[in-house]
């Protein structure tokens, strides 16, 4: 079974469904990564919507050489603005953070930067994210009116956990060597679950049900780098012979991987499920990521990792030497495959692909 | 040319760094076979108190630097780069990656401790863990958080920097059987406020006409600063500094002879090209202000030395929100006078040239000055079109000549 035409379209331009919240007067925060904890928003009574790069070229506001993703999205951050009531940035590589400085000075609407630590598994990284997390609760509160009580934020957890289990529930579907899920089906639903309402979402996710792929026999494949709107680059693997088995990606995986657990004190669980999550490759430390990665690959069963670095993205770039060392030592093969605009180089990165997947045996 | 040359004077003091630096390392290899802990470290960390457990701190940004300067730095970045490291990577992580790759069998001793903390840039996390990795060195992350407002220099964020340290001098003390001596400590935070007093005055200096040190001499001029807090010769070297400084003015005697032209400089120095320093000079353009000079420096309080130190960490320049930075470019063009600013934007550096355009158009509008703004790297060579660049220098000086 196949996903709805309507979430496939909704990717090609998540921004129908900003003209719909407008038109229903719903508040709407604009959000640049999965650091930032929805469940806050959401129980302030908005609407949680992750800014992409689709649609946008990149801003004359950056110089050549930084991140054209995050170049771009900062283009969409101005351009589509007025749809917004508040932008909340997470500090996570330069460029995004630097994001910051710069809309500063070039948007009127109200502006958050959620500092999130590198070092993960510092004690005293918690405690401070904890407070960060209070800090972005009071900015949310001041900018809707609405008071953050713990029912509200309970709620809201459970919807977002919700939402992580169903996803997570289908991406174990290819769990050992298994062929059920198309990843042309599967980050559709990750990305509309960044857009829409999670009950919406929620309850379209369950009446899906997939059980074989057809895809039985192709190259299976983990999928290394950040994030990633452009389906394109997703369907080409597909057209070369590969099988989307598992993946590391923040529009991916990393989204959905763990839950909010149970506690009296809903922060301090929020604290804790955003900073111990799966790390991104600007997060440290690097141990738990390699950890994390060399987990996909056995549980999948893949065969190769494609790393998809956009191009000037550093902390995949230094990542990226340390993954090829420790998978080519478990006999996995590694490309490093680097862009500056997918659509327009599509057709290189799908000679790239199809060398790859041939080599190791597609 | 004779009389081009004349035009610009480095200082004598200056002219001392080169030995300075020299000694530096050799003293590091002199404590790594006493048996003494070598850190490397990130800059902006604190020397002060490594220093005062008697671990010697070396920071291989300033070996990039360095190589580069002297026109060394492509063994080790074309090494980095053979290990696939990707020449869009800031030059300093590559070169220092390079030699790391390379035995190290150059100027710095190997490190029995890697410390960083991520006030400047995300790429100290990810050099630092790269180190860690191909090493198997002990790693330290130290987390900076950007200072919003200026309160975060005495709230919950200060007090996360100070348990990062407590925990640090723990973790050190255990790893290398060292004990902190609070007593020392205190002594060497004095000494490394005494050198940033100094080295503020002497920059304070600058705002006299003719300017009495240029930008050839505030780029090597930092260095004591960088590594060298909290010594003796630290002092000593910025007291001979500010006295012939002080000289000059008192003798209008200037960096360069017909001062036409006063400008701030945003960035790093081009350590490969110094003689684009002297392209301005030659000129009649000399550099008054440059906000990297100026970030070496930072007042301590001995009486609060923990968390003093804390506070250098975290307010280091580009750590600083954009408005509080954008305060200051305005404060230094009315204190410094100037006529117009050179921002260079380091394919190396994406911290601190991403909003530069931003900031660019804001100072512009704001005072009316002219800028400049161009493209090439740090310490790889490889990125600077030398032609072009001058090109643009000249254009931008006839723009300055007509205003």
């Known amino acids: ?20 919240y407008k038109d229903s007067g719903v508040k709407v925060i604009g959000y640049t990564c999965s650091y930032v904890p929805e469940e806050l928003i959401i129980s302030a009574g908005l609407q949680p919507y992750r800014i992409t790069n689709i649609g946008a070229d990149v801003s004359a506001l950056t110089p050549s050489f930084v991140c054209p993703f995050a170049s771009a999205v900062l283009e969409n951050m101005v351009r589509l603005e007025g749809f917004f009531d508040g932008f909340v940035i997470a500090h996570t590589c330069d460029p995004m953070w630097r994001l910051y400085d710069i809309l500063k000075k070039k948007i009127s609407k109200p502006l958050f930067l959620l500092r999130v630590p590198h070092n993960t598994d510092n004690e005293h990284s918690l405690e401070f994210f904890k407070l960060e997390l209070i800090r ?12 953050i009580d713990e029912n509200a934020l309970f709620g809201a957890t459970r919807l977002c956990n919700e939402n992580r289990s169903l996803l997570k529930d289908i991406y174990m579907l290819n769990e050992h060597g298994q062929f059920k899920i198309n990843a042309l089906d599967r980050f559709p639903l990750v990305l509309a679950s960044m857009w829409m309402p999670k009950v919406e979402i929620n309850t379209q996710i369950k009446t899906l049900h997939f059980n074989h792929s057809e895809r039985d026999g192709d190259v299976r494949l983990h999928l290394n780098g950040t994030s990633i709107y452009d389906m394109d680059l997703i369907r080409i693997i597909g057209d070369s012979g590969g099988f989307v088995a598992s993946d590391d990606l923040c529009t991916g995986s990393r989204y959905f991987w763990s839950n909010v657990e149970k506690s009296e004190d809903p922060i301090s669980a929020l604290a804790y499920r955003y900073l111990k999550r799966t790390p991104c490759p600007s997060q440290g430390p690097i141990e738990d990521r390699l950890e994390y990665i060399n ?12 790393t998809f670095a956009g191009r000037f993205c550093d902390p995949i770039l230094y990542d990226s030497v340390h993954i090829r060392e420790m998978l080519s030592k478990n006999g996995v093969a590694t490309t490093l495959i680097d862009y500056e605009n997918s659509t327009q180089e599509i057709g290189r990165i799908k000679t790239r692909m199809e060398a790859f997947i041939e080599s190791i045996g597609g | 040319m004779s009389s081009q040359r004349e035009r610009s004077r480095v200082l004598q003091a200056t002219k001392k760094t080169g030995e300075l630096i020299m000694e530096y390392f050799s003293k590091a290899w002199d404590a790594k076979a006493q048996g003494k802990p070598i850190a490397w470290i990130t800059v902006f960390t604190p020397v002060e108190l490594l220093r005062a457990l008697d671990i010697y701190p070396i920071a291989p940004e300033h070996f990039g630097a360095m190589c580069s300067a002297r026109g060394v730095a492509l063994d080790y970045l074309e090494e980095a780069e053979k290990k696939g490291y ?31 903390f991520r006030n400047s840039c995300d790429v100290y996390v990810k050099w630092w863990q790269s180190l860690h990795m191909h090493l198997g060195t002990p790693l330290f992350v130290g987390e900076a958080p950007y200072v919003l407002t200026l309160e975060d220099l005495d709230n919950y964020v200060l007090d996360y920097i100070v348990k990062q340290l407590e ?77 012939e400084v002080k000289e000059r003015v008192t003798k209008a005697e200037g960096a360069i002879e017909n001062e036409k032209f006063r400008l701030l400089f945003d960035g790093i120095w081009l350590w490969y090209a110094f003689d684009l320093i002297k392209y301005f000079e030659d000129r009649g353009a000399v550099f008054v202000y440059e906000p990297y000079s100026e970030a070496w420096a930072y007042r301590l309080d001995a009486s609060k030395p923990l968390e ?13 929100d954009i408005d509080l930075r954008i305060e200051r470019f305005s404060e230094s063009i009315k204190e410094f006078q100037i006529d117009g600013a050179v921002l260079f934007s380091n394919r190396s550096c994406k911290s601190w040239s991403a909003p530069q355009q931003i900031t660019a158009d804001i100072l512009s509008k704001k005072f009316d000055i002219p800028h400049l703004l161009f493209e090439a790297d740090m310490a790889d060579p490889r990125q600077y079109a030398e032609a072009q660049v001058k090109n643009r220098v000249d254009a931008f000086l006839e723009v300055l000549g007509e205003s």
């Open chain 1, 1 to 20: 079974m196949a996903i709805p035409s309507e979430l496939r379209d909704l990717c090609k331009n998540p921004t129908t469904i900003l003209n719909r």
């Open chain 1, 136 to 147: 972005f609760k009071k900015f949310l509160e001041e900018n809707s009116g609405a008071t």
């Open chain 1, 295 to 306: 987990f996909m690959v056995k549980e999948f069963r893949a065969q190769g990792v494609i």
């Open chain 2, 86 to 116: 990707s020449q869009n990577l800031c030059s300093y992580s590559r070169c220092g990656l390079g030699y790391a790759l390379s035995g190290m069998r150059g100027l710095m001793p190997s490190p029995d401790f890697l410390l960083t």
């Open chain 2, 167 to 243: 925990q640090l001098v723990k973790i050190v003390e255990e790893k290398f059987r060292l004990k902190f001596d609070m007593e020392r400590f205190v002594n060497i935070i004095k000494l490394s406020d005494r050198a940033s007093e100094l080295w503020l005055e002497t920059l304070k200096l600058r705002r006299f006409r003719p300017c009495p040190l240029g930008g050839r001499d505030s780029a090597s001029d930092i260095f004591p600063l960088v590594v060298m807090q909290g010594t003796e010769e630290a002092i000593k070297f910025y007291e001979e500094l500010l006295g």
């Open chain 2, 308 to 320: 003093s130190v804390a506070r250098k960490i975290l307010a280091m320049g580009l750590n600083l």
